[in-house]
């Protein structure tokens, strides 16, 4: 095998973003709703986005610089990550406009809201999983912010869930989940699913 070793301190500070974006493959989408202090909904796209804490269960997503999601977190404490399916994923790009803070993002692409079970930001309707976050904390990283969430509340649409699992957890065939790649129009179908034993 030939590698190419690139050495970040040696190169333009620009190099590391899309090494790391088109290395680190398929990455799941959190589609993130809050609400400002002032009541306006916003709705927004995360690509860095992962599981932070088994228990207490937490996820988080990543900021990078200072957008709406982060700055209505800050001041509430509060957002759902809503699941991006194929077919949600034009009205996910869509969000991905930079709109004014004082913008809707679900009014402005159509898209129908429904009211969460533990916190204000509304979940949206039409996504088979809604996961409910309170704010642990938000960790600042250079020019990004992780932002992590303690999981209250996962709302799951009864037709994907495993039927054979033996506690409640959706089904990746029946998902349909899309992911972001390194372009900055590159998105991921999903893929064939096979198994593997894990070892003792």
């Known amino acids: 095998m030939t590698r ?8 333009d500070p620009r190099a590391g973003y899309p090494l790391l974006t088109s290395s680190v493959v398929p990455r799941p989408i959190a589609w993130v709703s809050t609400v400002s ?7 927004a796209p995360h690509s860095f986005f992962t599981v932070a804490s088994r228990r207490p269960a937490m996820v988080q997503f990543t900021s990078n610089g200072v957008k709406d999601s982060l ?5 509430t ?16 790009n869509a969000t991905s406009a930079t709109f004014p803070a004082d913008v809707d993002e679900f009014a402005e692409v159509g ?7 533990l916190v204000a930001p509304p979940r949206v309707a039409a996504s088979p999983i809604a996961i409910e976050c309170r704010l642990h904390r938000i960790v600042e990283v250079g020019d990004s912010f992780l932002v992590i969430g303690e999981v209250l509340c996962v709302a799951i649409e009864e037709s994907v869930l495993d039927p054979d699992a033996k506690r409640p957890r959706p089904a990746y065939q029946k998902l349909n989940p899309v992911a972001r790649l390194g372009g900055p129009d590159e998105w991921a179908a999903p893929g064939d699913l096979f198994r593997l034993t894990r070892p003792d």
């Open 4 to 11: 190419r070793e690139i050495v970040l301190a040696e190169e």
């Open 37 to 43: 202090a002032a009541g306006v909904v916003n709705l």
């Open 71 to 75: 700055t209505n977190v800050r001041e």
């Open 77 to 92: 404490g509060e957002f759902v990550v809503n699941f991006v399916s194929e077919e949600l994923a034009g009205a996910a």
């Open 111 to 117: 898209l129908t809201t429904e009211p969460a079970r």
